[in-house]
């Protein structure tokens, strides 16, 4: 079992988990931390310690972020030193949300299966005006 906690600017964590659960179903493994105007760099710090130092040290624990040089990926990224279960990937987007909820990735090699994921939703942008105009890299 695995706990996903995405932490975006905004509303956009709790969005993208209301579509998650549109295409699944409700998803108890998923929480969320919107970051705000008023949220100090402390704060959003703090408050992702506090739910890391809540989840046991043997569940691995995604932490999904929305820009990799925003504020959300740095105040996460020193704790990755703390919390050996910890695993941060910035770029979030839809379909590699529903990846990360569907598969096992914590089943084998789970640095490997982030990678892959992480690979296929890189594979899923597409310009489709390419696409309808049958150009071959698209």
Same mark, same amino acid.
């Given at each position: 079992?695995?706990?996903?906690?995405?932490?975006?600017?905004? !509303?956009?964590?709790?969005?993208?988990?209301?579509?998650? +659960?549109?295409?699944?179903?409700?998803?108890?493994?998923?929480?969320?931390?919107?970051? %705000?105007?008023?949220? *100090?760099?402390?704060?959003?710090?703090? *408050?992702? *310690?506090?739910?890391?130092?809540?989840?046991?040290?043997?569940?691995?624990?995604?932490?999904? !972020?929305?820009?990799? #040089?925003?504020? %959300? !990926? #740095?105040? *996460? #990224?020193?704790?990755?030193?703390?919390?050996?279960? &910890?695993?941060?990937?910035?770029?979030?987007?839809?379909?590699? &949300?529903? #990846?990360?909820?569907?598969?096992?990735?914590?089943?084998?090699?789970?640095?490997? +299966?982030?990678?892959?994921?992480?690979?296929?939703?890189?594979?899923?942008?597409?310009?489709?005006?390419?696409?309808?105009?049958?150009? !071959?890299?698209?």
């Amino acid at each position: 079992m695995k706990k996903i906690l995405v932490i975006t600017h905004g !509303t956009f964590a709790e969005g993208i988990k209301e579509s998650v +659960n549109v295409i699944m179903g409700d998803n108890s493994m998923i929480d969320t931390y919107c970051v %705000t105007v008023s949220s *100090s760099p402390e704060e959003v710090k703090q *408050s992702i *310690s506090d739910y890391m130092s809540q989840i046991e040290k043997h569940i691995p624990v995604l932490v999904l !972020t929305d820009i990799p #040089a925003g504020s %959300t !990926t #740095a105040c *996460s #990224a020193p704790l990755l030193a703390e919390y050996p279960n &910890m695993h941060l990937v910035s770029g979030l987007n839809l379909g590699m &949300m529903l #990846a990360f909820a569907m598969q096992a990735i914590e089943e084998g090699d789970i640095d490997e +299966n982030i990678r892959n994921v992480i690979d296929d939703a890189k594979n899923t942008m597409l310009y489709i005006n390419d696409v309808f105009n049958g150009i !071959t890299n698209a």
